[in-house]
């Protein structure tokens, strides 16, 4: 009947409207509405992938899954709209999004080509959605997207290259340019390998249709190859080594490897040359949490103290000083995050400001200082020295401020438990976590039933974990609390249903079983684990849950 064109990656569902209009979603961020076989308008997600859009038969309101495990609802009617705040909230997300260069260009970015923001007043586009590269007076290449319902072009993104190496943190070069991995894939006996180059910031199925359509192979392998980049890839993020590779900023905003796996189906084998998949367990590294988007969290920061000012509350705002202290601040932790070197340049005035802007402000607003403690914990040895020299520490600093309070918004006190990961990253931070072990297990322990359905919070309390049980193992830790953690542990992997956090989770609990007999019979007998562990099979088909929990089984009968 017709052909309607506008999507740029692959098209996951499609709805009708009452109004006989037509709405999708894709692969490319985006969901668009269709009428009279024109797109009319593009809605674009702070997201990899749309993955579901349904409509609703009595008010036209639609509603979206996405990558991200958010769920969001459109309405065209004014009375069922967010407020001002929210929908800024949103643009905002949408605009400082990382797209891969290679999902909107082909080649590498190469900001010198492309028009600079003049473009954008003098130039009209053609189609709804259609995409524009501009070189931003910063260096950076912006996303634009035209509107035709608002005639203008909306930023929706920054386009960054391709995403860290593998498990090396080496790049691979195939045919002129660099790759994350390139494996031998044997297609048929007698035959050489075949190449099939990823980058992590690839979907898995979009490489694989490439490999398909370049060595001109049937399309019923796409599944295959897919799932064969998904099985050689999966922990890639999850720091095996030091060389764990490092997210491009704004790629992954909640800290962890987000994208779609599917299930396991059957994948081509592997040549000899591949690599081997590493084993999970024991964790011998800390995970940290270190995506960042500085230019946004600043920007932010200023926005919520000009609604301060507006609501009258000077005595909370920031001054003029202050705000110079904010910018010198965000400055040096960028400095700090890219060198290590530098890590000792954040001013005290600037720790203040944070800790300040974390537990002062009014609740709702906190959550970019909190952020900023987050990357302080990285960053910068002295927020351990300047905020617990005396009697308390920043823990009771954060403790005080009620953000461990399970009454308090999910995204603050996410925020919070990702500081005490990050804390493990310094010697200074580790003695504290060490030492105040106990405390934190109170203030954790009851986040997990009220943030249950918080995966960002679930996750944040896993990584924490599982680095308690690497401190564990890498030194002469106390028993009763590697114990402890152990029923911690094996309580979250009871209920969790999120398959990130689950394998975190059995993470965690297969390194601190490391420590000897006495935890794996305790594991065994007084947490009931190989009941724990049949669950944890049937929450989810990855390949990775299977390989963690085989890899357990083996230690319980070591």
């Not at 491009?248 to 994948?267: K, L, N, Q």
Request: proline residues 5%; contains cysteine; aromatic residues 6%.
């Amino acid at each position: 009947m017709a052909q309607l064109h506008g999507h740029e990656n692959f098209i996951y569902s499609l709805a009708v409207l009452p109004s006989g209009e037509l709405v999708s979603s894709s692969e490319d961020r985006t969901v668009r509405v269709w009428d009279a076989n024109q797109c009319v308008q593009t809605i674009t997600h702070p997201a990899i992938s749309v993955w579901s859009v349904s409509a609703c038969k009595e008010n036209g309101d639609i509603v979206t899954g996405a990558s991200d495990k958010v769920v969001r609802i459109f309405s065209r009617s004014k009375d069922r709209q967010a407020d001002a705040e929210a929908l800024q909230e949103f643009d905002a997300s949408v605009r400082g999004s990382a797209i891969p260069h290679e999902t909107v260009a082909d080649g590498p970015i190469n900001a010198e080509k492309y028009p600079g923001p003049e473009f954008l007043q003098q130039q009209s586009g053609t189609t709804d959605g259609q995409h524009q590269l501009i070189k931003e007076t910063n260096g950076d290449v912006g996303v634009y997207q035209w509107s035709s319902s608002q005639r203008t072009w909306e930023k929706v993104g920054v386009a960054v290259g391709s995403g860290s190496s593998g498990s090396s943190g080496i790049k691979t070069n195939h045919l002129g340019q660099d790759y994350d991995y390139v494996f031998d894939v044997d297609i048929e006996d007698g035959k050489p390998p075949l190449k099939l180059p990823f980058n992590l910031s690839q979907n898995p199925y979009d490489a694989a249709r490439k490999f398909i359509e370049v060595n001109e192979l049937p399309i019923s392998y796409l599944e295959q190859v897919a799932n064969f980049i998904v099985t050689n890839t999966q922990g890639a993020t999850l720091g095996q080594g030091s060389g764990a590779p490092t997210r491009t900023p704004g790629s992954d905003p909640w800290g962890s490897e987000s994208r779609y796996r599917p299930g396991e189906v059957g994948a081509p084998a592997p040549s000899s040359q591949a690599q081997s998949r590493p084993k999970s367990i024991p964790q011998t590294q800390y995970l940290k949490i270190d995506t960042a988007n500085l230019k946004a969290m600043e920007k932010k920061i200023r926005e919520l103290n000009d609604q301060l000012i507006a609501d009258g509350s000077k005595d909370l705002s920031l001054n003029h000083s202050d705000l110079d202290v904010l910018a010198a601040t965000v400055k040096q932790m960028g400095q700090a995050l890219q060198s290590p070197e530098s890590a000792g340049t954040v001013l005290k005035e600037g720790i203040d400001l944070a800790v300040r802007l974390a537990t002062q402000w009014p609740v709702e607003k906190r959550v970019p200082g909190l952020d900023m403690i987050r990357l302080l914990a990285l960053a910068s040895p002295a927020l351990i020295q300047h905020t617990s020299s005396g009697p308390e520490t920043i823990i009771d600093t954060l403790a005080a401020s009620d953000v461990f309070n399970p009454s308090s918004p999910a995204n603050n006190a996410m925020l919070a438990v990702r500081t005490l990961a990050n804390l493990f990253h310094t010697s200074e931070g580790r003695l504290i976590v060490d030492g105040d072990f106990d405390k934190i297990q109170q203030l954790v322990e009851p986040l997990i039933t009220s943030g249950a359905k918080h995966r960002n919070l679930i996750i944040a309390i896993t990584t924490l974990y599982i680095n308690y049980s690497v401190l564990f193992t890498s030194s002469e830790g106390d028993m009763n609390h590697a114990l402890t953690l152990m029923q911690d542990v094996t309580a979250l992997m009871g209920g969790v249903e999120d398959s990130e956090a689950l394998y975190r989770s059995l993470v965690a609990a297969g390194t601190i079983m490391s420590l000897g007999a006495d935890l794996r019979d305790a594991a065994r007998e007084a947490f009931d684990f190989d009941k724990v562990l049949a669950r944890a099979e049937k929450v989810t088909p990855e390949p990775r849950i299977k390989n963690v929990v085989r890899e357990i089984r083996d230690e319980l009968g070591a």
